[in-house]
């Protein structure tokens, strides 16, 4: 089983509207892309300064469903459309449970 771990910095340009788009759009890949055993998409509470603002952590049974997905085009056009315009920065990691 692979995890997917993708921790999200919004730009300051970006309003609490077009994050909580952000994070609708990101929890969306459950049913528009599929292949995982779990996502989760959840905002930072804010019990700590300088954290990011939002992680997704998706669970795949294989290396071969992880590339699907990060291939997919509905994956594609949610980080094009929804993520990219807002992100001032990401970071990932994938790792085997």
């Known amino acids: 089983m692979i995890r997917h771990v993708v921790v ?10 077009q994050r909580t ?9 459950w049913e528009a892309v599929g292949g995982m055993t ?3 998409v959840a905002e ?10 939002a992680v997704l ?5 294989d290396v071969e469903a ?8 509905r994956h594609q056009a949610v980080l094009t459309e929804h993520v990219r315009p ?3 920065g990401r970071s990932a990691v994938q790792y085997e449970l």
């Open 8 to 17: 999200f910095t919004w730009s300051p340009d970006a309003d609490a509207a």
């Open 44 to 53: 930072d509470a804010g019990l700590s300064d300088g954290n990011a603002d």
């Open 86 to 88: 807002h992100l001032a």
């Open 38 to 40: 779990a996502l989760e």
């Open 57 to 61: 952590i998706a669970d795949f049974p």
């Open 21 to 29: 788009a952000v994070v609708e759009a990101l929890r969306g890949l």
């Open 66 to 73: 992880f590339h699907r997905y990060a291939q997919d085009a």
